[in-house]
T-cell receptor, first 114, second 114 residues
Framework: DGGITQSPKYLFRKEGQNVTLSCEQN?????MYWYRQDPGQGLRLIYY???????QKGDIAEGYSVSREKKESFPLTVTSAQKNPTAFYLC?????????????FGPGTRLTVL | AQSVTQLDSHVSVSEGTPVLLRCNYS??????LFWYVQHPNKGLQLLLK??????LVKGINGFEAEFKKSETSFHLTKPSAHMSDAAEYFC????????????FGKGTKLSVKP
């Protein structure tokens, strides 16, 4: 089955620790995205990557970092600099970047900072 | 500036009655518009999209939406609600031009009563 997987589903972190969220896709998509979702708000774009070895900041990139060493993988690191990291994180991909109409979403990772 | 407004944060209907979820947009360009559905603790699934073809768009699970340029609206409807329709629904506009970011509404939570 083709799709996007995110792991883990639930993640707990102590304040001051960095944590990395995994996103893998086997759809052969060029573009991948990370969004943050908070209650009562829509999704906000953190980072995106239109091609391997390239990525761009989205609207709320502060306190986050990414890498895109492989086409199928786009991990997100939530650093200790992120002031309010507790949220639901969604990864998405599509095959032509922003010119394509549809993004396909993974099931999400819920991060809780204790 | 491009934006999208979902007029109701919560809509409650009885099973078998019509569903109306309202969305207004603001866009300088001819927009692409989408509706996504999210079940609890899941990723987003595309319901339907408008990309300047027919103004009445049919999607999955019996949903449809009508693009009305004069009213800058893209309301989502379904003739008869089913219990499995209970979820959160997001109206999304895609920016035009080379950037093409998705702008998400804040979501409408649909409850379906037996």
């Amino acid at each position: 089955d083709g799709g996007i997987t995110q792991s883990p589903k639930y993640l707990f972190r102590k304040e001051g620790q960095n944590v990395t969220l995994s996103c893998e896709q086997n759809l052969n998509h060029d573009a991948m995205y990370w969004y943050r979702q908070d209650p009562g708000q829509g999704l906000r774009l953190i980072y995106y990557s239109q091609i391997v070895n390239d990525f761009q900041k989205g609207d709320i990139a502060e306190g986050y970092s990414v890498s895109r060493e492989k086409k199928e993988s786009f991990p997100l690191t939530v650093t200790s600099a992120q002031k309010n990291p507790t949220a639901f994180y969604l990864c998405a991909s599509n095959d032509r970047g922003f010119v394509a109409d549809t993004q396909y979403f993974g099931p999400g990772t819920r991060l809780t900072v204790l | 500036a491009q934006s999208v407004t979902q007029l109701d944060s919560h809509v409650s209907v009885s099973e078998g009655t019509p569903v109306l979820l309202r969305c207004n947009y603001s866009s300088s360009y001819s927009p692409s518009l989408f509706w996504y559905v999210q079940h609890p603790n899941k990723g987003l699934q595309l319901l339907l999209k408008y990309t300047s073809a027919a103004t009445l768009v049919k999607g999955i699970n019996g949903f449809e939406a009508e693009f009305k340029k004069s009213e800058t609206s893209f309301h989502l409807t379904k003739p008869s609600a089913h219990m499995s329709d209970a979820a959160e629904y997001f109206c999304v506009v895609r920016l035009g031009g080379s950037q093409g970011n998705l702008i998400f509404g804040k979501g409408t939570k649909l409850s379906v009563k037996p």
